[in-house]
């Protein structure tokens, strides 16, 4: 019988098979119900008037089919069991047919099952308008934030350059919460698995140890496509933001990124639309959580409870029992992994990338084979302190305009102080030259420099203690117009120490290049408020507390845990600045380390070797 069917379908054109009467043409019906099947699949406009009209006709099609195939089938059959047997099969198989064919059309194309499948249809296309219009979008944004900052403030609030992160990325050494495990780069999203909705990763590091020119690694091998990273490709969708920016929802990120296309959407639709394809969010600096991007976590974590989005987040160590807490009250689950910087096999070849890239174009006066040098006997000494990529860049900076300052770091602090030393002498010489500032006299100038950096390091402070990293606009232009009366170029200034971020929105925002800055001039209030001999009247004699009680306009917290890491800075300047501006009494230095170890500073945290000579 299937040989014979086929053998109908196969008729040519003039084969008399063609002839027969209507109803009994089966090969002419199947012809009509290919067309119709053709053209419902193409139709590009579905309406449901239109639905009901199809319906109808293959119903009769299938009518003009069965009787066809009854006509040609059993005219060959000649026992008439055999004839009842074949026909009553038939009639079985047509009338299932014809069967779900009416349960289509009285249930399958109502009002709401259609309306389901128009939204389908809606959906698909806006798929297809955020990939053709909004991915662009996305990847134009996102080159912004491939590259790092060099921190070399000190050539002028003009000169600033952005090196792409792949001409300077190092090998990093990352290892797992469990224990000593090494976890390869390649291997980093295993760690962050897409379909667990409860899973998220946490890259913990302290500051300068790289966790920002790490997740800038990520964003630059998916930009170029590279198949370094296992998995990374596979998402469509790469989001990141830094948690110091002003975005406060899921929503207003997407809008950031996808540009003008988001207008094409209503309500929340871009949101469903975007988490429809695999989506990769990195969110930098937990640390640096503001009012809004709080807002903008939690909103996260609610997604992360039904939506399938890949979460990474990096935080300093610090503040990871407060993100545990806060993520685990959410039913959250959180996979760690611990970046440990750079090897010691592996600093040599970032500083050479580092030097190669500051140096391109220009001529560099030093050595780097000497620098090398210094750095291989150091090895032991400042194991740690090398190991944060920022400090070995800073070195490098300094070696390659300051090269005589070098001899005489054997701290972490002293690497700070020699690079602040070095970023104000800078200032100094750019302020001698420029038309507002060269007719005054060094001693003035160097005067308001001071009042300007005392009034810096105050704001830095208050930065620290709001939990930012940002000096808000409001005190900027106060300290702009502050030294403007004063005849100073408020940019210069300013230029010297913060640098100016574009946020992903567009708006833009001073902020210090890195928190360890930021603590750096924070910590320094101290000592120049300590030999500063307009020190305020009304206190007798100043000491660290009362510096300390004045800044927080009262008594000194219970807790001190989030002043840990500017109190180790502090301590830390009030011994290297012996030799140089800063001279404090012993009692002061005393009373600055009590302070740290109410902070709750563990003996292995007193990196610095000023502290243990204060603890012999």
């Known amino acids: 019988m299937c040989f014979f069917f086929f053998s109908i379908c196969l008729a040519g054109k003039n084969d008399e098979k063609w002839q027969k009467q209507n109803g009994s043409d089966p090969e002419m019906s199947l012809a009509v119900l290919k067309d119709k099947r053709n053209e419902t699949a193409h139709n590009p406009r579905i309406e449901r008037g239109w639905c009901c009209l199809i319906i109808d006709e293959l119903y009769e099609l299938t009518i003009k089919i069965q009787e066809g195939l009854k006509l040609v089938v059993l005219g060959y059959v000649v026992n008439p069991e055999d004839k009842e047997k074949i026909e009553r099969e038939m009639d079985r198989v047509f009338d299932n047919t014809r069967q779900k064919i009416h349960e289509i059309g009285k249930g399958g194309i109502g009002a709401e099952v259609f309306d389901e499948y128009q939204r389908e249809i809606d959906f698909t296309k806006k798929m297809k308008l955020l990939e053709e219009e909004g991915f662009p979008c996305l990847k134009k944004i996102l080159e912004k934030f491939k590259s790092i900052n060099p921190l070399n403030l000190i050539t002028g609030t003009s000169s600033n350059p952005n090196i792409p992160v792949e001409k300077i990325y190092t090998e990093m050494k990352l290892e797992g919460e469990s224990g000593p495990c090494s976890v390869p780069i390649e291997e980093i999203l295993n760690h962050v698995p897409h379909y667990d909705h409860s899973q998220l990763l946490l890259i913990k590091g302290m500051a300068g140890m790289g966790k920002t020119t790490l997740v800038k690694k990520i964003i630059s091998d998916w930009l170029s496509k590279k198949d370094d990273i296992k998995g990374l490709s596979d998402f469509a969708i790469l989001l990141y933001v830094e948690c110091r920016d002003s975005i406060e929802s899921f929503k207003d990120l997407l809008v950031a990124f996808f540009g003008d296309v988001h207008q094409k959407f209503q309500d929340n639709e871009i949101i469903d639309v975007c988490l429809a394809h695999k989506c990769l969010l990195i969110i930098d600096g937990y640390d640096e959580l503001n009012d809004k991007s709080s807002k903008l976590f939690l909103d996260v974590l609610t997604l992360k409870k039904s939506r399938k989005i890949s979460v990474i987040v990096t935080t300093r160590p610090e503040f990871q029992e407060r993100f545990n807490n806060q993520v ?35 001529s560099p006066l030093q050595s780097l084979d000497e620098l090398l040098k210094y750095l291989r006997k150091t090895k032991h000494t400042m194991h740690e302190v090398w190991g944060l990529p920022l400090n070995l860049a800073l070195v490098t900076v300094l070696w390659m305009i300051k090269p005589e300052v070098i001899s005489n770091i054997t701290t972490e602090a002293e690497l700070y102080w020699q690079f602040y030393l070095l970023s104000l002498s800078k200032l100094m010489e750019r302020l001698a030259k420029n038309l507002l500032t060269a007719h005054l006299p060094l001693s003035v100038l160097n005067a308001r420099v001071q009042q300007f950096i005392e009034k810096l390091c105050c704001e830095s402070f208050k930065a620290l203690q709001n939990d930012e990293i940002n000096i808000s606009k409001s005190t900027i232009n106060h300290l702009s117009n502050s030294f403007s009366r004063l005849g100073l170029p408020a940019e210069e200034l300013t230029g010297a120490f913060l640098e100016i971020v574009t946020t992903s929105q567009g708006s833009f925002h001073y902020s210090f290049p890195h928190k360890g800055m930021m603590e750096f001039m924070a910590a320094l209030y101290f000592p120049v408020k300590l030999t500063n001999q307009c020190w305020d009247q009304s206190v007798n004699t100043a000491t660290p507390t009362k510096i300390f009680e004045m800044l927080l306009g009262g008594s000194l917290p219970e807790n001190l845990h989030k002043y840990q890491n500017m109190l180790i800075q502090m301590i830390s300047l009030l011994h290297v600045g012996d030799g140089d501006q800063i001279k404090v009494s012993e009692e002061a230095k005393i009373e600055a380390l009590e302070l740290l170890v109410k902070s709750g500073c563990e003996r292995q945290r007193l990196r610095a070797k000023s502290l243990e000579e204060y603890q012999m």
């Open 328 to 362: 685990k009250s959410d039913y959250t689950t959180v996979s760690t992994i611990r970046l440990e910087g750079i090897p010691k096999e592996k600093r040599e070849e970032f500083v050479c990338k580092y030097y190669a890239v500051l140096g391109s174009g220009s």
